[in-house]
């Protein structure tokens, strides 16, 4: 599966474009600020219809224009031939997301039609903040091919919207409470059961890529934390809801769990340096693309945001190495340095493409 073509009307600081892609490497060259990533979250939108940023769509709008748009032509989604996925916004209406013209009645029912895996900077996140990205991870990964899961996880944060909003009112019958703790119960069997099988699956995927980028120097680890270990949910809820009434939230289930990151047995916020917790997010992204290529029977297209930065050489050298091995397909890199770029392009074989992008201009190089 790769991006034959992307059409860009008014996409933050992209004016217009058109472009076509090599189904190998992809590289964007310009000085930061110019638009580099833009171009990247676009590609992200149309697999995930929404920014890799969070930032509502209203703000992913050119300055000073009333709308966006973004059209991508694809091969390999649909055995049948190319496949098109368009998407428009105009501030103050809904978007439309539309597959080959036929507008889908729900979002959710387009994750994991264009699997999808992205490297960034921001990905620091990952080990630096709490552990809502660090389950946002798992959900990304694991909506890309079990839609049961993303069904179960809806459910669930539905039914801890209710119960929240029964909780800050400060009273409500204990039949309503006792219904929809039973819904998050039965909807966090599922959430439970399906990320406890994912990190088991994972994580030695993870720990071979780490260790093929720091040369198998350093050990690491993840593990998986849950209240649903502790027993069925609802009774939790039952016990806890004189106290999360209290503070005005649910304090128990699945909206807690957690992602263990340690290195060397410690945790990592703690004690790994700026080119530790760097090789350890890029290495829960490379592992996360196999897994996502196992599962989901497609070769997830794969988007490497400036990835270069705060390594030293040697783990540059291996992460090139790594990418441009013959398990990735289509891969979109970013960065302000050409000679990354030309040593990717130099270790991979097969088609690639090279794009200078200026104040939201793109252009071919040489």
């Avoid at 992307?6 to 992809?26: C, M, Q, T, V, W």
């Avoid at 029912?109 to 798992?138: K, T, Y």
């Avoid at 939790?236 to 263990?260: C, N, P, Y």
């Avoid at 540059?316 to 000679?339: C, H, P, W, Y």
Wanted: hydrophobic letters at 40%; a neutral charge; charged letters at 25%.
């Amino acid at each position: 599966m790769f991006l034959k073509s992307l059409s860009i009307l008014n996409y933050k600081n992209i004016g217009e474009a058109e472009l076509r892609f090599s189904p190998g490497i992809n590289c964007f060259l310009g000085n930061n600020g110019m638009g580099k990533s833009n171009l990247l979250d676009a590609v992200y939108y149309l697999s995930f219809c929404k920014s890799c940023s969070g930032l509502p769509d209203s703000q992913n709008v050119r300055n000073g224009e009333q709308m966006f748009m973004l059209k991508g032509v694809y091969a390999g989604v649909a055995p049948e031939g190319d496949t098109e996925v368009h998407c428009g916004f105009k501030l103050h209406q809904k978007k439309t997301f539309k597959r080959d013209g036929k507008e889908y009645g729900r979002l959710s029912d387009h994750i994991g039609s264009v699997p999808l895996v992205i490297v960034w900077p921001e990905d620091s996140e990952l080990v630096r903040d709490g552990s809502e990205v660090r389950r946002r991870f798992m959900d990304q990964t694991l909506s890309q091919f079990d839609s049961r899961y993303l069904s179960a996880l809806i459910s669930y944060n539905r039914a801890l919207a209710s119960r929240n909003a029964l909780l800050r009112k400060g009273t409500g019958p204990a039949d309503l409470f006792e219904l929809l703790e039973e819904q998050m119960g039965l909807a966090a069997d599922i959430v439970y059961r399906r990320r406890v099988a994912f990190v088991e699956g994972f994580a030695p995927v993870f720990e071979r890529f780490y260790a093929d980028i720091c040369a198998g120097n350093e050990r690491v680890s993840l593990s998986y934390r849950s209240h649903v270990a502790d027993g069925g949910l609802p009774a939790q809820l039952a016990a806890s809801r004189e106290r999360d009434m209290a503070i005005g939230f649910s304090t128990r289930g699945v909206h807690k769990d957690d992602l263990v990151m340690e290195i060397g047995g410690f945790p990592l916020k703690k004690f790994g340096s700026q080119g530790q917790t760097k090789s350890f997010v890029i290495a829960l992204r490379l592992a996360q693309f196999e897994f996502l290529k196992e599962r989901s029977g497609k070769t997830p297209l794969l988007l490497l945001d400036d990835i270069f930065d705060k390594l030293d050489a040697s783990r540059v050298e291996r992460i090139m190495a790594l990418v441009s091995g013959s398990g990735f397909g289509q891969i979109f890199v970013t960065d302000t340095n050409r000679k990354y770029l030309d040593g990717i392009v130099r270790s991979a074989s097969g088609e690639y493409r090279l794009f200078g992008v200026e104040n939201g201009v793109v252009s071919d190089m040489v």
